[in-house]
Each structure stands twice: as C-alpha cells, then as structure tokens.
C-alpha cells in the first residue's frame, strides 16, 4: 500500500507561481517513476510531468513545457511541481501519482497511486 499527500496548492493570479508537494509514505520510494496529472472541470484527467526513479529522466505535456519543472527528493520521499507563469487553463485538481515501477508514468495506464489531489485555481 502507498500513500500519497499533496499540499501547496490555491489561488493564484495569472502570471503567478505555486509549488505543489506530494509525500509518500508505504514503500520504497526511490524505486518508483512518480508524475503529476490534473482534471479541470468537466474534462478527463491528463498528464502533465512524471520523473524517473533517478531523476534523469523527466517529461512535460506541450502546454507547460518551459514553465513547470517537476523535482523529487529520494531522501524525504517527496516529488514536487514548480509551476511558473501560471495562466488561467492551468486551472485544475492537481494529482501525485506512484508509477507500477520505475517508469516515470506518462499515462493513466502506468499509475499504481494516487493522492487525493490539491485544487490549483488562476485567476486572470
């Protein structure tokens, strides 16, 4: 079993910046791809960055690629998503997600976890 806690997310204009957190508890972190998804209102969930076991690997969908950076810390067992130059679709129930193994999760389908999410609003 594992356990997945997000917190930093809230309000925030348009332009702003937000860093989500997600801490795991249950198994042996490092082992694991890890990522984030979000669901907006009335739309499927979709991904947004997922990291490798090592952090070597990391990947973005299009739309915040050169403004979220996705980071873990093996030692405090958390992942975290910098998000800069918020806009309004960002908008969002942000989600931490543990990955079946050590792939980082690029799609639902990889996803053995989930936190209860964090809502992210921008205003604009």
């Known amino acids: 079993q594992v356990q997945l806690v997000e917190s930093g997310g809230g309000l925030v204009q348009a332009g702003g910046s937000l860093r989500l957190s997600c801490a795991a508890s249950?198994?042996?972190?490092?082992?694991?791809?890890m990522g984030w998804f979000r669901q907006a209102p009335g739309k499927e969930r979709e991904f947004v960055a997922s990291?490798?076991?090592?952090?070597?690997?990391?990947d973005y969908v299009d739309s915040v690629k050169g403004r979220f950076t996705i980071s873990r810390d093996n030692a405090k067992n958390t992942v975290y998503l910098q998000m800069n130059s918020l806009k309004s679709e960002d908008t969002a129930v942000y989600y931490c997600?543990?990955?079946?193994?050590?792939?980082?999760?690029?799609?639902?389908?990889?996803?053995?976890?989930w936190g209860q999410g964090t809502q992210v609003t921008v205003s604009s």
């Open positions: 997600a543990a990955g079946l193994d050590s792939r980082p999760p690029r799609s639902s389908i990889l996803v053995g976890y």
């Open positions: 249950g198994r042996t972190f490092s082992s694991y791809g």
């Open positions: 990291i490798s076991w090592s952090s070597i690997s990391t």
